[in-house]
Each structure stands twice: as structure tokens, then as C-alpha cells.
């Protein structure tokens, strides 16, 4: 049969659509399982957890541990007590000369009574496997050929612990000392017999059974106990964030006026707090936000405005002298000079959050970037007779954006010369440690009330409105300046008394900190 090249490429595509439809459909079942199980990431079932493991796990340890303890311990006492049994009935019968007379009734009494104490069995057995006395009388006269008499009879004592039938077996040899002739040492010892001793721990395991159930009670009590505990312990340890999340979702709803106030733990009020100061935030930022736009509205408006009224003017005036055409254009132009600044500096202000990530970093010579700034600044500050004063403690370089640096080192420059007094001064110094570079701008001029100086660095905040508007300000400069400023991971300060001057300081690193 001939398949063509054709139908084999469409089965392929088929099968791979049916792979990724299976595929698909699998993700799908496992995202509905975990849909259901969103409960199992809900931080009261993991403290529910917490709790209850950490609550109920020492418990099982130590009730397992002194089970065990109970066992072994007990298991040994038994062990000791009849070692202790059997060392006094080798004695016994060798002062009595049981091992030659076996029919000596206070001795077999004797057996008998510590078998019945033990609920076991012993047998007698001599030196030639002969069994003198078994207290259950089964094997009396008899001959008992067992691995582990014929081990003790050579001098290895035996213990072992039957647990499937609940019983100790143990054997004890009976020996007989040898003294030398001279009785000052002891001599060799010979073992006359071997005392096969068969006790039952039956009541080991008993107790030990007793003991099992109770402590399953217990544990079950605790347990239960526990996780009640846990339980309502969860919801109180969750409950501050259920209230928390509640009160997020009020503020979300609009009621942005409103605190959030949260009792709990000290964490959860931290965070209420915290959040408190965000939603402060949030309001200063919406209403510089409002009062940013009325601004620019209004400054936007205020030369169109001057504008207008100058043209309206003109063409009230049919004959108008040319004099009066050249005075009002004059002023028409300054208007338009005016609103294209305001619309520069809202540029330079959008270009600027636009593309804060995208800095020009270059190593540059900042002793040669604030010359620059300050000979494109001489002529007006000539203008005003405002002496210049540039000094440089050493060379300095710098990774930095040249552009954007040069701009704000301009702004604080040109605000200290504008906003200077009469045959003032200005003051500019560069110095450096290792880590970072300082630029201080000081001048002679009318200062900073105390407090406006929180609020200079706001779009279009302006101290004195009117000389603002007379020296060309726009109230954006020191807002761009504080940009670039931060942009360059650096900081900026003021110190400034009216009548007295101003003083700005500019820290920023020496390396760029991406």
C-alpha cells in the first residue's frame, strides 16, 4: 500500500494536536485540584498543623519511651531475680547434698514454692544429664540432652527470652570449689550440675498491655484536647489579618479617609501602621498629584491668558502707533518665551520618570563638567554683578549621565544666582572621599523659610510666587534636579535662613550603583 508524503505530514499533526489537547486537558484537571485544595496553603490550617504536631508529638515520644522503658527494665529485674534465685539454690543444694539425695522433701518444697512464685519451672539436672527434680514432674529420672545444659555444664551460662510464648529461660551451673591443700587460695571450680530455670512473663506483658490501653486513652484525650486547642488558637493567630485583609478591601472600596486600625499582635499592628503611613503616602501623592495638574493648568493658561488679552488689545486699537504694535509684541513674545520654558521643563520632567533606567553612564571628569556649568552661567550672573566662586579640593572622576548631571548642577546654580541678592555671591566647592563626590552650592541670597523648605523640591512650588514669575522660575528646576539627583542613587540637602543665604549639599557615589 502507498501512503503519500502528504497524509503522513497531516497524521503527524494530528498526533501532535491530540499530545497537546491530552496535555492540556491534564494541566487543566491538576489546576482544578489545586483550586480545591487552596485551603491546604491557608496559614490557619498550616498553624492548625504546626500546633497540634508540636503539641502532640512529645507526647507520643515520651509515652513510647516510657513503654519502653517499663519493658526492659522490668524484663531485667526479672532476669537479676532469678539469677539471684538460682546462685542461692546452687548453694542450697550443694549444703544439703541434693545433688547425691534428691528425695530431701525441705528442698523439693523449696522448688516447687519458687516455681509456683514465678509461674515457672525449674529442673535439676547433674553432671550426667540425669534430671534429679522437674517441679512440673514430667522429666524426673529421665535424661535431658539440650545444647544449652551441655554449654553450662562446660561453663557458658545461657538466657534466653521466648517472646512468641512469653517466658525467660535461663541456666545456672552448680559448682563446687576445689580448696588447695594449704586452704589459704581458693582452687579450681567443679560444676557439679546445672539448674535449668523456666519463668513466665506473662505478666510483664500484662501490665505492660494495660499500660498500652491507657496510654491510647490519653493519647486520644490529648490529642482530641489538642487539636481544639489548635483549632480555636489558629483562628485567634489568623484573625488580625482576616481583619486586616477586610479592612485593605474597605480602603479598596474608596473610603480612603479612613485608618486602618487593627488590634492583635505587635507584628500585625506594625504592619496596620505601616500600611497607615502608605495610604498617607498615597494621599500626599493623589493630592500633589491634583495640585501638580491645577498647576500646570494654570501655568499653561497664565501667558496664553497675557496673550490673549495683549492681542484682544491690539485689535480694539484701529490705529494704533507702531510703537504701541512693537511694545505689545514684545511682551506677546515674552509670553510665548514664558510658556515654552514651563512646557521644557514639564519635557525634561516626563523624559526624566520616562526613562530613569535608561541612564548614559560614562566615566567623566566632574572637576570639567562643573567648569562648564559655571562659564555658560557667568554672563547672568554678570548681569546681576554676582560674583563666582569655583573651588576644587582635587580631581575627581565619576561614573555618572554627563547630560543629566550637567542639568541639575545647573538648576541649583542658576536658583542660587536668580535668587541672590545685589552684588552677591555664589559659591560653588567639588571635594571627594572613596566611596563618594560632593558638590555644595552656597550663595548670599534672600534663603528659605524653614517651612517651605520640606516642600521646595514639589512640582511648581514656588517660596515667593511673584519674583518667581519676575526672575522666569517655573517652580520645576530643583523638582528635575532631586530626579537626577536620585537617579544617580545619590542625595540632596538643604540649609537655608531668610535674609542670610542657602545652602545646598549633593552627595552622590563615585560608581554608579545599577
Not at 28 to 51: C, G, T, Y
Not at 290 to 314: C, G, I, M, R
Not at 385 to 405: G, H, Q, T
Amino acid at each position: 500500500m502507498f501512503i503519500s508524503v502528504d497524509c503522513v505530514k497531516r497524521l503527524k499533526i494530528i498526533l501532535v494536536s491530540q499530545n497537546i489537547y491530552i496535555q492540556n486537558g491534564v494541566l487543566a484537571i491538576f489546576s482544578k485540584i489545586r483550586e480545591k485544595l487552596w485551603f491546604l496553603k491557608s496559614m490557619r490550617v498550616h498553624s492548625l498543623f504546626a500546633l497540634f504536631l508540636i503539641g502532640i508529638l512529645p507526647i507520643l515520644f515520651f509515652s513510647w519511651e516510657i513503654l519502653n522503658t517499663y519493658n526492659s527494665t522490668a524484663l531485667e529485674q526479672k532476669k537479676t531475680d532469678m539469677q539471684n534465685q538460682g546462685n542461692s539454690l546452687s548453694n542450697r543444694l550443694l549444703t544439703t547434698g541434693y545433688m547425691t539425695d534428691s528425695t530431701i522433701s525441705e528442698v523439693n518444697t523449696e522448688l516447687i514454692r519458687i516455681a509456683s512464685l514465678y509461674e515457672g519451672r525449674i529442673l535439676i539436672i547433674d553432671s550426667n544429664l540425669n534430671v534429679l527434680k522437674d517441679t512440673y514432674g514430667i522429666e524426673d529420672g529421665n535424661f535431658l540432652i539440650s545444647e544449652e545444659v551441655i554449654k553450662c555444664l562446660k561453663g557458658t551460662n545461657s538466657v534466653s527470652h521466648n517472646t512468641t510464648n512469653n517466658y525467660i529461660e535461663m541456666t545456672i551451673p552448680i559448682t563446687y570449689n576445689i580448696n588447695n591443700t594449704n586452704n589459704t587460695n581458693a582452687g579450681s571450680r567443679e560444676i557439679m550440675g546445672v539448674i535449668v530455670m523456666n519463668f513466665s512473663t506473662k505478666n510483664i506483658y500484662t501490665i505492660s498491655t494495660i499500660l498500652n490501653k491507657k496510654t491510647s486513652v490519653l493519647m486520644l484525650t490529648t490529642a482530641i484536647l489538642v487539636f481544639v486547642y489548635a483549632f480555636f488558637y489558629s483562628g485567634v493567630f489568623t484573625k488580625p489579618f482576616i481583619n486586616l485583609r477586610k479592612a485593605i478591601g474597605h480602603l479598596t472600596e474608596g473610603y480612603m479617609d479612613d485608618e486602618v486600625t487593627v488590634d492583635g499582635f505587635h507584628e500585625v499592628k506594625l504592619i496596620s501602621g505601616s500600611l497607615n503611613q502608605m495610604l498617607t503616602r498615597i494621599k500626599n501623592l493623589e493630592r500633589s498629584r491634583q495640585e501638580f495638574v491645577s498647576n500646570v493648568s494654570h501655568e499653561l493658561k497664565t501667558p496664553l491668558t497675557s496673550v490673549k488679552v495683549l492681542a484682544d488689545s491690539l485689535l480694539m486699537q484701529e490705529d494704533a502707533p507702531s510703537e504701541l504694535y512693537r511694545e505689545f509684541l514684545v511682551d506677546i513674545a515674552d509670553e510665548i518665551e514664558r510658556e515654552n520654558k514651563i512646557i521644557n521643563d514639564l519635557l525634561s520632567l516626563v523624559k526624566l520618570d520616562k526613562t530613569a533606567s535608561e541612564m548614559n553612564i560614562t566615566s567623566i571628569k566632574i572637576n570639567d563638567l562643573v567648569e562648564s556649568v559655571l562659564k555658560r552661567l557667568r554672563p547672568i550672573a554678570k548681569k546681576s554683578n554676582i560674583e563666582l566662586i569655583y573651588e576644587s579640593f582635587r580631581p575627581v572622576m565619576a561614573e555618572a549621565d554627563e547630560v543629566k548631571l550637567s542639568l541639575a548642577l545647573s538648576n541649583l546654580i542658576e536658583n542660587a544666582i536668580k535668587y541672590n541678592v545685589e552684588d552677591g555671591w555664589v559659591r560653588v566647592s567639588l571635594n571627594a572621599d572613596h566611596k563618594y563626590f560632593y558638590v555644595k552650592v552656597s550663595d548670599s541670597g534672600i534663603g528659605i523659610p524653614e517651612e517651605a523648605q520640606d516642600s521646595i523640591f514639589d512640582r511648581f512650588y514656588r517660596v515667593d510666587k511673584a519674583r518667581s514669575r519676575g526672575t522666569g522660575g517655573t517652580g520645576l528646576g530643583l523638582s528635575i534636579t532631586k530626579n537626577v539627583i536620585h537617579m544617580h542613587k545619590g542625595a540632596i540637602k538643604v540649609y537655608s535662613k531668610e535674609e542670610e543665604g542657602t545652602t545646598f549639599t549633593v552627595r552622590i557615589p563615585i560608581n554608579y550603583i545599577a
